[in-house]
């Protein structure tokens, strides 16, 4: 039988949250290479014989290098052991999940993709905030705030024009850089955006602002990554519903009454 190793999702946070697929192979794993993201109650579930190796990536941190985590998973594999990989939300959104598949499938080794509920849909509904909704958006763009060294800068004038809802994974250290792409594409300042810190974890917190006090807002209430910016008009409707918005309050709830 050829060596498998199961990519699986761990989803936002909230262990029930995670698919049966994914407890079950979680439930069978000998060894687990484990993100830094996979939130504590999660790794609570793996099985206390599992052989737990900590690979976690962390923007500003000293991280496991990506040729390594191949290498390991390459090692367990081919010593005949069960393996799964455990990603933070979806493996295959902004997980590096197709690199880590790439390598494994050149060294002759099957994957099982076990997919996880993404953050960019997750993080939003924590708040009741629906990133679609045929009243404000047809549609919902996931892009990433810090991206990788083969991909460019993301054209934010382009996003600014397209009409859509906007989730910006990995956005808090570019907040600043970022609204003002999208001001400059033509996005206007009083744009409804939301901040949601650590979903669906108990450090969950989240701020209600505008796309230009986007990153003041940040600055002020203490919001860190792991984060998502949500930007665009379906975030004024729950914003409303709230009966908050944590910085510049008056103005956003006077944006929402017109």
């Known amino acids: 039988m050829k060596p498998t190793i199961s990519l699986v999702g761990a989803g936002p946070g909230d ?31 793996l099985p206390p014989s599992a052989r737990v190796l900590e690979v976690g990536k962390r923007g500003g941190r000293p991280s496991t290098d990506q040729r390594f985590i191949h290498e390991l998973m390459i090692r367990e594999a081919r ?58 958006s047809s549609g919902v763009v996931l892009v ?15 996003l600014a024009r397209c009409g859509l809802t906007l989730v910006v994974y990995m956005g808090v250290a570019r907040a600043e850089r970022i609204a003002a792409g999208l001001q400059a594409g033509g996005l206007a300042p009083e744009t409804p955006a939301a901040v949601i810190s650590a979903a669906h974890t108990p450090q969950q917190r989240h701020a209600f602002t ?14 860190a990554s ?32 017109n």
């Open 144 to 158: 990433t705030g810090h991206p990788g060294a083969h991909c460019g800068e993301p054209d934010w004038a382009q």
């Open 226 to 257: 792991p984060a998502l910016l949500v930007i665009g008009a379906v975030v004024a409707r729950v914003a409303s519903a709230h009966g908050e918005a944590a910085h510049q309050g008056r103005e956003l709830l006077r944006l929402l009454a």
């Open 210 to 223: 505008t796309l230009a006090g986007l990153a003041d807002c940040i600055a002020s209430e203490g919001l």
């Open 15 to 45: 262990p029930e949250l995670l698919t049966l697929k994914a407890s079950r192979r979680l439930q069978a794993a000998e060894v687990v290479l484990i993100d830094d993201l996979v939130d504590p109650r999660v790794r609570a579930l």
């Open 79 to 136: 010593a005949g052991r069960r393996v799964a990989r455990l990603k933070g939300g979806d493996p295959f959104v902004f997980g590096r999940g197709a690199e880590e598949a790439d390598a494994l499938r050149a060294a002759g080794i099957e994957v099982e993709i076990v997919p996880g509920l993404t953050a960019g849909l997750a993080g939003p509904a924590a708040l009741g905030l629906s990133v679609t909704d045929r009243r404000a």
